[in-house]
């Protein structure tokens, strides 16, 4: 039997992450009753999304132009790369406005029970921003990995470290350890041991 369109809107509207079918029927009712200044307009910003979005040649982000506005922006440092795993961490890092650098998204981290190897990532891409130009300067002189504090995000930092071994770029990671405005009571076992082991000066 074939589904109706209203529940063929709902089924896909679930496969969105946080969205469950309770929520997926909520949201696609909402939609329904605001046809005019909702879900007209959405159907539209997502037609020309799908035909208009694209990766970035350079760095994998995400934009309407072969090369997103971050790497064509002369503002930004180009000697400092921040390596993300997806490109929802690369948006996460901007919105903190602590960043003036470079990007390259990996489009996720090694795992071996998911079979994904440096082959199924965008590790070669970012070897090939590292070389040195013609003259033998680094265009690239820090590579800082923004990864997953689980054991695929840490094993993925260890492999781009070892591969940067001795290529004359400083290779750091983001700070672990307790966040602004975290009462110690609240935190995990981990994030207190990476916050004693990481500790500084006072």
Same mark, same amino acid.
């Given at each position: #039997?074939?589904?109706?369109?209203?529940? +063929?809107?709902?089924?896909?509207?679930?496969?969105?992450?946080? %969205?469950? !079918?309770?929520?997926?029927?909520?949201?696609?009712?909402? #939609?329904?009753?605001?046809?005019?200044?909702?879900?007209?307009?959405?159907?539209?910003?997502?037609?020309?999304?799908?035909?208009?979005? +694209?990766?970035?040649?350079?760095?994998?982000? %995400?934009?309407?132009?072969?090369?997103?506005?971050?790497?064509?922006? !002369?503002?930004?440092?180009?000697?400092?790369?921040?390596?993300?795993?997806?490109?929802?961490?690369?948006?996460?890092?901007?919105?903190?406005?602590?960043?003036?650098? +470079?990007?390259?998204?990996?489009?996720?981290?090694?795992?071996?029970?998911?079979?994904?190897?440096?082959?199924?990532?965008?590790?070669?891409?970012?070897?090939?921003?590292?070389? !040195?130009?013609?003259?033998?300067? #680094?265009?690239? +002189?820090?590579?800082?990995?923004? %990864?997953?504090?689980?054991?695929?995000?840490?094993?993925?930092?260890?492999?781009?470290?070892?591969? %940067?071994?001795?290529?004359?770029?400083?290779?750091?990671?983001?700070?672990?350890?307790?966040?602004?405005?975290?009462?110690?009571?609240?935190?995990?076992?981990?994030?207190?041991?990476?916050?004693?082991?990481?500790?500084? !000066?006072?």
């Amino acid at each position: #039997m074939a589904i109706s369109d209203i529940e +063929r809107l709902i089924q896909l509207l679930a496969r969105l992450p946080g %969205l469950g !079918p309770r929520s997926a029927r909520r949201v696609a009712l909402q #939609m329904i009753k605001k046809r005019e200044t909702l879900m007209l307009p959405l159907a539209a910003a997502l037609q020309q999304a799908a035909e208009s979005i +694209r990766a970035c040649t350079i760095c994998g982000n %995400l934009d309407t132009q072969e090369t997103c506005a971050i790497c064509r922006d !002369p503002e930004r440092d180009a000697t400092i790369i921040c390596v993300a795993e997806e490109v929802g961490d690369l948006w996460a890092i901007e919105r903190s406005g602590a960043f003036k650098g +470079r990007y390259h998204v990996l489009g996720g981290t090694l795992s071996a029970l998911d079979g994904r190897g440096p082959d199924q990532l965008n590790v070669a891409a970012l070897m090939d921003r590292l070389r !040195p130009a013609d003259d033998g300067t #680094m265009p690239v +002189r820090e590579v800082i990995l923004a %990864l997953s504090v689980t054991v695929d995000g840490q094993t993925t930092g260890h492999y781009i470290a070892e591969r %940067l071994a001795g290529a004359g770029v400083s290779v750091t990671r983001l700070a672990h350890g307790v966040p602004v405005g975290g009462e110690l009571d609240y935190l995990d076992d981990g994030t207190l041991s990476a916050a004693l082991k990481a500790r500084g !000066p006072a």
